[in-house]
């Protein structure tokens, strides 16, 4: 008999955190899962952790780093359940975060995706999110244009759901999740939980978001696939265009400071030429060379 939820945690080269975030799948109130760890090309220990728990998990190898996208993506491939929850290895789950949003799906047949409030911990201190992170419940289209606004370590979604959509984009190197997130809510609500379920870690050295400047440029074309997708509604359409036009300026000045003129030109130009057409915009070395 298949189970009703696939736990999906990527991972790569963070065997002492590993351990903790499958412990906490291990221990969740709610058995009826399977887990499914992919190790993205680790060169720590990762594989001797993995083969010492192959009772309890499923784990899947990669055999050179292929970012987060392809990892979560063998993940789903392998899954055998209706329902989808990822988790970050850098982060773990208190113990009925899985009950409590199976509970939501059985009480609410009609929702596609939710998510449960996170704990946040910065450098081994817990801190409080800003007012502009506060996760909203619904429709969240527009405000999740500005910023992420769904935690891949806080969200349960129907793998068919996944399967209309699309799954992550692995041309991304970061904002992976940002971009499917913008095409679920440009789609579907997704619902808030209001219970701190997930505690979610950051200010470590090997996050992504740390290897990167201008990330707002793997944001930008998300956006333009979305814009040049034909497939938001009026309301969206306009909202998307302005904020690509926000995100396009910010971007432009920072290449500007950097001495790169060239792709200043192109951001600051971009908006224009979405909103002409999008033949081949995607194909420019800014939005494809990453």
């Not at 190790?39 to 899947?60: F, K, N, P, Y």
């Not at 993506?73 to 773990?92: E, H, Q, W």
């Not at 800003?130 to 129907?158: E, Q, T």
Request: glycine share 4%.
């Amino acid at each position: 008999m298949s189970p009703h939820v696939s736990v999906i945690i990527p991972t790569f080269n963070r065997a002492h955190m590993l351990e903790r975030a499958i412990q906490s799948v291990l221990d969740q109130t709610y058995k009826d899962i399977e887990v499914i760890v992919v190790d993205d090309g680790s060169t720590d220990w990762t594989h001797e952790l993995l083969e010492s728990q192959r009772g309890e998990i499923v784990a899947l190898f990669h055999e050179k780093n292929r970012g987060p996208a392809a990892a979560r993506n063998t993940g789903i491939a392998a899954s055998k359940a209706p329902l989808i929850a990822f988790l970050d290895s850098d982060d773990y789950w208190l113990p009925r975060k899985l009950e409590v949003q199976v509970r939501f799906f059985t009480e609410h047949p009609e929702a596609v995706a939710c998510q449960t409030e996170e704990i946040w911990v910065r450098r081994g201190k817990r801190v409080n999110p800003r007012k502009i992170h506060k996760k909203p419940s619904g429709h969240m289209f527009v405000p999740s244009l500005r910023l992420c606004l769904i935690s891949p370590s806080a969200v349960m979604i129907k793998k068919e759901i996944l399967d209309q959509i699309g799954w992550f984009d692995e041309t991304l190197p970061a904002c992976e999740d940002y971009d499917l997130w913008l095409r679920l809510t440009s789609k579907w609500p997704v619902y808030l939980i209001p219970e701190h379920l997930v505690v979610k870690y950051g200010g470590h050295l090997d996050q992504l978001s740390t290897r990167f400047w201008g990330m707002d440029r793997f944001r930008i074309r998300s956006i333009v696939k979305l814009l040049c997708s034909g497939k938001l509604s009026n309301e969206y359409q306009k909202a998307a265009l302005e904020e690509l036009r926000r995100k396009c300026r910010i971007y432009a000045s920072g290449c500007l400071k950097r001495g790169k003129q060239e792709e200043a030109r192109f951001f600051e130009d971009l908006p224009l030429k979405v909103e002409k057409g999008c033949p081949q915009i995607l194909d420019s070395p800014y939005l494809k060379d990453f």
